[in-house]
C-alpha cells in the first residue's frame, strides 16, 4: 500500500509568484486535506477536498486555491506568493466514508518565498 | 472557535524514564476527537494516538498513554521508557465527530521533546 506522496520536496518562489503543490492520497482514500506549517507552529488548516469538490476551508485568502482529480489526487495553487507563505505544506489523506477516518500525512513540500 | 494550547515548548527526559506533555483544548462540543502527532525531523506527521470524548477510558498504545480529563479540558499523553527515537516535535490537535468539513484538525502549537542517552 503505498503512502501520501507530496511533490516537490523543497522549491523557492519570489514574491508575486505563483506556485502549485502536488499531493497524491493514499490508495483507496478519497478525502484530502491540505495544511500550512509556518517555522515553529503548529499546522494550519487550509482546505479540504472530497470527491472533487471543496468540502470545508479555513482562514485563508482566495488565492489560495485547489483541485482534486478523479484518481483523487490533489493540486494546491497559490497566486501572489507573499513573503509569509514561505512554510511547510502538509497534505493528509482519510477515507471518512469508508470507516478511515484518521488522516495519514505526507512529508510536505517547504515553500521558501523570497 | 476551538483552541488547542501546548503550554511546554520544550522538554527533555532521560532515556529509559517517563515524561508527560501537557494539552489543554477549549471547546463548546460535547462530542469529539483528540489526537497527539509526532514529527521528526524528517516531517512526517505520524499518529501517535487517539481519545474519542464519549470514552470514560484513557487511551493506550504501548508505552504511550493518555490522561483525558474531560471537564477539565486536558489531554495529555504519557510516555514510558523513553527510547532516543522518540525524540521529535509532538503535536496535539483537536477535531470534531462529525464528518464533512469537521474533519479539520486544530493544532497546539507542539512540544519539542528531546531524549538524553
Known amino acids: 500500500e503505498t503512502g501520501v506522496t507530496q511533490s516537490p520536496t523543497h522549491l523557492i518562489k519570489t514574491r508575486g509568484q505563483q506556485v502549485t503543490l502536488r499531493c497524491s492520497s493514499q490508495?483507496?482514500?478519497?478525502?484530502v486535506s491540505w495544511y500550512q506549517q509556518a517555522l515553529g507552529q503548529g499546522p494550519q488548516f487550509i482546505f479540504q477536498y472530497y470527491r472533487e469538490e471543496e468540502n470545508g476551508r479555513g482562514n485563508f485568502p482566495p488565492r489560495f486555491s485547489g483541485l482534486q482529480f478523479p484518481n483523487y489526487s490533489s493540486e494546491l495553487n497559490v497566486n501572489a506568493l507573499e513573503l509569509d507563505d514561505s512554510a511547510l505544506y502538509l497534505c493528509?489523506?482519510?477515507?471518512?466514508?469508508?470507516?478511515?477516518?484518521?488522516?495519514?500525512f505526507g512529508p510536505g513540500t517547504r515553500l521558501t518565498v523570497l | 472557535a476551538q483552541t488547542v494550547t501546548q503550554s511546554q515548548p520544550e522538554m527533555s527526559v532521560q532515556e529509559a524514564e517517563t515524561v508527560t506533555l501537557s494539552c489543554t483544548y477549549d471547546?463548546?462540543?460535547?462530542?469529539?476527537?483528540l489526537f497527539w502527532y509526532k514529527q521528526p525531523p524528517s516531517r512526517q506527521m505520524i499518529l501517535v494516538i487517539r481519545?474519542?470524548?464519549?470514552?470514560?477510558q484513557n487511551a493506550t498504545e504501548n508505552r504511550f498513554s493518555v490522561n483525558f480529563q474531560k471537564a477539565a479540558k486536558s489531554f495529555s499523553l504519557k510516555i514510558s521508557d523513553s527510547q532516543l527515537g522518540d525524540a521529535a516535535m509532538y503535536f496535539c490537535a483537536y477535531r470534531e465527530s462529525s464528518g464533512g468539513s469537521n474533519y479539520k484538525l486544530t493544532f497546539g502549537k507542539g512540544t519539542l521533546l528531546t531524549v538524553n542517552p
Open positions: 493528509a489523506s482519510s477515507a471518512p466514508g469508508r470507516g478511515l477516518d484518521e488522516q495519514f
Open positions: 471547546t463548546s462540543e460535547s462530542d469529539y476527537y
Open positions: 490508495s483507496g482514500h478519497n478525502t
Open positions: 481519545q474519542e470524548a464519549y470514552k470514560q
